[in-house]
């Protein structure tokens, strides 16, 4: 199926080495997400919601790779277990703050996109949908607070 | 940007109008999601994590509206301060419950999704990442509690 980009990022991250690995690491990171002019409409009563998830093109991402190693962890993990980008379709997902709308610019307050990613969909997080209880997380458990200040590397180029 | 199928979700809704309009609605409903037998080595690990997003495609929507009126108010808002499926891109996300794996077939708990629906990726749910604080929901937030028993209909075909 294709997919035509319905915005743009525009980050202070121009490249992988800068960015966070996801948005809870970039809390003070602010940037836009510009919609394209003709889905204007479309925005009409997000600025109600506080929380977005964006989903989008890992564009840089030239590989796919079923296992691998990701930056919290040095064991190997099966893709579909981790949130690296060389996925066999490399779409990202991150939950952002909204801090406002102006035209079709979405201020966000927490970035972890590169400059220049094109943004797929926009959807309100809903915490009735969205947020479940008892989460267990694996591998992850042992890296959990590790997060924050990671930063990504040239590995998922 | 083109994408393929990872795999197809297995449910017990063949149309539109018995589906639940999300998982939190949805908890007594098992399916399972179907990998593709080439991509299974990416799997490995993800039975550790309790919930995952479902990243999928809405195959049955043939439209696009930029304004809706969604199944939980009587009045329109912009489609990206919705969840409906006749997106500019017709990508749905979803919150499900791992119950298990067994080779390529994911168990899953709590499905919202059609028989036959094309899944683009799969992601484990993390709290550190996925679980913002004082979350506002604007027009939802006089709809919160009406969700659990809402079911589908037709309008979104």
């Known amino acids: 199926m294709t997919f035509e980009p319905i915005g743009v990022v525009h980050s202070p991250f121009k490249t992988i080495e800068e960015m966070p690995i996801q948005p809870a690491g970039a809390d003070a990171v602010a940037g836009t997400i510009e919609i394209r002019p003709d889905l204007v409409e479309g925005l009409r009563d997000l600025d109600g919601f506080s929380h977005l998830f964006v989903i989008y093109h890992f564009h840089q991402v030239r590989q796919t790779q079923l296992t691998v190693t990701p930056f919290l962890d040095t064991r190997p993990h099966g893709v579909?277990?981790?949130r690296a980008p060389k996925r066999p379709n490399p779409i990202g997902l991150s939950v952002v703050r909204l801090a406002g709308i102006e035209g079709n610019l979405l201020h966000i307050e927490n970035l972890d996109m590169?400059?220049?990613?094109?943004?797929?969909?926009?959807?309100?997080?809903?915490?009735?949908?969205?947020?479940p209880?008892?989460?267990?997380?694996?591998?992850?458990?042992?890296?959990?607070?590790?997060?924050?200040?990671?930063?990504?590397?040239?590995?998922?180029?």
Chains 1, 2 share one sequence.
């Open 114 to 131: 590169l400059e220049g990613t094109p943004v797929l969909d926009i959807k309100p997080f809903v915490p009735e949908f969205d947020q």
């Open 80 to 82: 579909f277990a981790t």
């Open 133 to 157: 209880e008892q989460v267990r997380t694996g591998w992850l458990e042992a890296a959990r607070g590790r997060v924050l200040n990671q930063k990504s590397d040239r590995r998922f180029e």
